[in-house]
């Protein structure tokens, strides 16, 4: 189900396409069967409208547009707070596990999607276009899009693993390496961050690109292109599965220290111990996967 901004601003984009005047009656049946959502969210949404200031409210007759902020042509969605990227994320994060859980065909339509998850045209290709950057969804010739088969089960994550493993301590050895002093402390600023307090309240897209930026940083201090590429080819299409893999959070502390460790050793000039660090550290992920494969095919 959106959420109630999701749904507050589909309906603010209704009033603002339609050119809905002053006094125009927004009957929530009527909204309700035009969003494909039952009238409680469209109440809900309705009475945010009314508190930003879009709608009136009639008692026993229902809402209407007029407001303060009714008829100024400046104000959108954002401005009124209705902003939906949270929505956005929610709804990224339950195609992702319905296509891990595959209740989702291998061949969908924008139209299809529009209507199992409730956004509007607009929205849904902001979706489809994240996906599509990510590796795990592509546009059909002609109509349509398809879901790729890769990454759809546990072992294609193990694997990805392995793939770095066999990359990144390298990257660390390569005769140009060099990591920016900048680029260092943003990194330590991160972990930091995160054994702050971040573990347990960043989202998963926080905590994973965290992660992303860390190993990326290395691998482009190695001023290898071939291997700055394939990384990066690796991370986008690993992050479907990786995102699962963190309803365990537990083992992040442990990343984080390792983390720390590795970004030490670099800055002391010990490139060789950072490689093996890394290596380690890699290693006892993939070994932490291992252990988990149950969470991640379920």
């Known amino acids: 189900m959106p959420s109630t901004q999701a749904i507050a601003a589909q309906i603010y984009e209704f009033v603002r396409t339609e050119n809905l005047a002053e006094g125009s009656h927004l009957p929530a049946q009527m909204l309700a069967d035009r969003l494909r959502v039952s009238r409680s969210p469209v109440n809900q949404a309705l009475q945010l409208l009314h508190d930003r200031g879009v709608l009136q409210r009639v008692p026993n007759r229902g809402y209407f547009v007029g407001g303060p902020s009714a008829g100024n042509g400046a104000a959108d969605a954002q401005g009124l707070q209705l902003d939906d990227s949270n929505a956005l994320d929610d709804t990224y994060f339950r195609i992702a596990e ?149 309803k365990d959070r537990e083992r992040y502390v442990e990343h984080c220290h390792q983390h720390l460790e590795i970004l030490s050793l670099i800055e002391a000039g010990r490139l060789k111990a950072a490689s093996e660090a890394l290596r380690t550290h890699l290693s006892s992920t993939l070994t932490n996967l291992e252990r988990i494969a149950g969470l991640l095919a379920s």
């Open 98 to 246: 319905d296509v891990l859980q595959d209740r989702l065909p291998v061949d969908v339509t924008e139209t299809m999607l529009r209507a199992k998850y409730g956004l509007t045209g607009a929205q849904m290709t902001q979706v489809l276009n994240r996906i599509s950057q990510e590796g795990w969804v592509s546009r059909k010739p002609g109509y349509g899009w398809t879901f790729s088969s890769m990454l759809r089960t546990p072992d294609s994550l193990l694997q990805s693993y392995r793939l770095r493993l066999a990359l990144e301590p390298a990257a660390l050895l390569e005769p140009g390496f060099r990591l920016d002093a900048a680029v260092l402390a943003r990194c330590r600023a991160a972990e930091e961050h995160l054994l702050a307090g971040g573990i347990e309240t960043d989202s998963a897209a926080q905590i994973h690109e965290r992660g992303v930026r860390f190993h990326e940083s290395l691998v482009e201090a190695s001023g290898n292109p071939f291997f700055i590429e394939t990384i990066k080819r690796v991370n986008r299409v690993r992050r479907l599965l990786s995102y699962r893999s963190m």
